[in-house]
């Protein structure tokens, strides 16, 4: 198992940052790539970013290209996203997924993002 924590959300102004933060602990060792989903009220869970835990490789949103950047650090086994030019239609909660060589993926608990006018 993996188990993953998400940190850093919290309130902003629109056009304003936000860095969030996941630590994961367990079998890291069996990790493909990390995810940061997120999901607003009466709304479907929508894929934000993602990358590979070896390789590094990215892969964004349409809707967050060239605002949010996904990065990680394998020693210390997190992975961050660093969000700007915050908008209010990006409020939601950000949940960071592990997701393993066989498929499964493991999430945290969330955390709320909330961007204000």
């Known amino acids: 198992q993996v188990q993953v924590v998400e940190s850093g959300g919290g309130l902003v102004q629109a056009g304003g940052s936000l860095r969030l933060s996941c630590a994961t602990s367990g079998h890291t060792f069996s990790i493909y790539a990390m995810r940061w989903f997120r999901q607003a009220p009466g709304k479907e869970r929508d894929f934000v970013a993602s990358?590979?835990?070896?390789?590094?490789?990215?892969n964004y949103a349409d809707s967050v290209k060239g605002r949010f950047t996904i990065s990680r650090d394998n020693a210390k086994n997190t992975v961050s996203l660093q969000m700007n030019s915050l908008k209010p239609e990006d409020t939601a909660v950000y949940y960071c997924g592990a997701q393993l060589l066989k498929g499964t993926t493991y999430w945290g608990q969330g955390t709320q993002v909330t961007v204000s006018s």
């Open positions: 990358i590979t835990w070896s390789g590094g490789v990215t």
